[in-house]
């Protein structure tokens, strides 16, 4: 059989994904702070793009760069493009930019006023104090901390070596864990700092009397027992033999089978497990030297009378403009044609498209967060109670975008609301049946739940089965099993490990 060849030609359509549609997807996805980090890499590798304290917004319109779509604007500018720039040019206003409102009238309002934090003092003085970040200092890690303290101590040449072995092998909770190695660590660190044993008994016992207590223990056996030994307790005999002895019943709370086994009065055991929440199983933790995360919400939710306005937190994005001197340049014709002036055009056409997908971010954001307003009012309005199911496809459906860029707008980003600060993602949620013919969205059920168990008797804790009868008394059907998935996503343990004695 003979194999023919032939040419034929194929007409079809396909979405291109541009650099410069690329780069407004990414944009669209970044939060705020990650967006200005992104920034200020821009305008530091960009010579056209700069930054100003006035409040001027780009002349985009007087470039001729058309609307950007994130979705379906593939197209590229010409490789001449060379923008018109007129002296005079009048300031860029976006098409779909909200309208305007009588902000002077709004700060004044009660509503405002309700938002901001308690005034105390005289404003003048208040004024005048040092900001909070004066007083900041440099934190140190538990190496550091530790550190500073063996310095104190009189160590020779061996004993310091095996000291810092010491520290240097200590996890951030404060424990000495060689992963690698099975057995006594401190058996491999001796070996690798080439000193006796018992020297280096005598070293960790050393850096385990240092501040904080518990560090540089081998297990959780050890780090309590070595903080028990500070505590001025009758009780610490008792609790130190029933550390040794049934530390697994310990951390299950078993309290009556530890008093059966020590054969001790459950009154006593009760006692011991009061003073074990003194101590510290992970004394490292307050010198891990990681810093609490900062929420910046990207855009604030205020209540406005009966209405709901939208404030994006812009602080920063506006105030992009293209470089006086080189617009000249450009104007004038005083660049030569070649590689300076290709240079300079594609750097123009940088900064432009770069600006222009800011203003596209930022009106996609105020878009799709008023659109959940519109799902979300008895949430702003009540609570998380009164959160209702929602999925991508609402949102997309009702503001004329596709289901990809809405979850891109909402990816990590924050909203402030009237009942606190979540994230866009937090108002997607599943449905689930009540007995009304209603749904609810789970993270409604999830408050419920987390409102049971904390009015829950600590004596007597609500079982799995206890807590779906109780939800379904309050007309929402759902299962065992779903009741433990929250459970455990709540991080809330189950019945037998929340029983209290006291």
Known sequence: MAIEMRQSLKLSQQLVMTPQLQQAIKLLQLSYPELLEQLQEEIEQNPILEATEEKTETELDNYGVGELSLEADTQELPQDFEPPVPENAPEYTAEDNPPEMDWDAFLNSDQFRETLPEEKGNHAEQDASPSFETYLVKSTNLFEHLLAQVRLIRFNDAELRIALLILGNLNDDGYLVLPTVEGDPLIALAHEADVPLGLAERVLQCIQRLEPLGCAARDLQECLLLQLRTQPSSKTRLLGAIIK????????????????????????????SKLLKKLNPKPGRNHSGEDAPHITPDVYIYKHGDNYTIVLNDNGLSKLRISNTYRHALQQGDLAAGSTKNFVQEKLKSALWLIRSIHQRQRTIHKVTESLIKFQREFLEKGVGYLKPLILRDIAEDIGMHESTISRATTNKYVHTPQGIFELKYFFNSSIASSAGENLASEAVKNHLRQLVAEEPPQKPHSDQK??????????????????KYREMLGILPSSKRKRYF
């Open 467 to 484: 807590l779906v009868e109780l939800l379904q008394a309050k007309g929402i059907d759902i299962a065992r099993r779903t009741i433990a």
């Open 245 to 272: 002895r049934h530390i697994k019943l310990l951390e299950t709370g078993n309290l009556p089978a530890i008093a059966r086994e020590m054969k001790v009065p459950l009154a006593e055991v009760i006692e011991c």
